[in-house]
């Protein structure tokens, strides 16, 4: 009796403690690579010797998620030539399966160019571009952190006066 008692509220007490919740694995948020590409070169300013540029750097955002690109350092070449570098922050957040623009200024000496680059800037024709870099990028989600995408692209890009 005395052991059927014992079991008895073994038993009780058992199913009387409650279980604690199972917390939940984190899952693998699979990211994937945005893509980058030249939509347009603007001349903003020409003058004699140098005329400064900008070019609107298009980026698809992939993800069913929101991205901020942090940062991006960069070299843009035209015609197979350097034509410019530099490092941008804080750029600018990319709606989930969406695109966003952001713009780089930089400049072009006509006495360090080939001859064909001045040409095709002169006439406003396309130009034959290769942009490429790396990209910080931090998806807008909790405990995922920011990494790092390099990039290259190529293609034809028009060369246009920008509109004021």
């Known amino acids: 009796m005395r052991r059927t008692i014992i079991f008895i509220f073994t038993v009780f007490i058992l199913l009387s403690c409650k279980t604690q919740p199972q917390v939940p694995q984190h ?3 699979e990211v994937i690579k945005p893509e980058f590409e030249v939509t347009s070169i603007y001349i903003i300013q020409a003058d004699i010797v140098v005329t400064e540029f900008e070019a609107v750097i298009k980026i698809d955002n992939p993800n069913p998620f929101a991205v901020e690109l942090s940062s991006i350092t960069y070299e843009l070449f035209g015609n197979n030539r350097f034509w410019a570098g530099g490092t941008a922050n804080d750029l600018l957040q ?24 001045l040409d095709d800037v002169i006439a406003m024709r396309q130009v034959n571009y290769r942009f490429k870099g790396r990209a910080q990028v931090r998806p807008v989600l909790p405990d995922v952190s920011v990494f790092n995408v390099d990039f ?7 060369v246009k006066r920008r509109a004021d």
């Open 152 to 158: 290259d692209c190529s293609g034809l890009s028009e």
């Open 94 to 117: 990319i709606a989930p399966l969406s695109s966003g623009e952001t713009r780089f200024k930089f400049t072009m000496n006509f006495i360090d160019m080939s001859r064909p680059l």
């Open 27 to 29: 899952s693998v948020v």
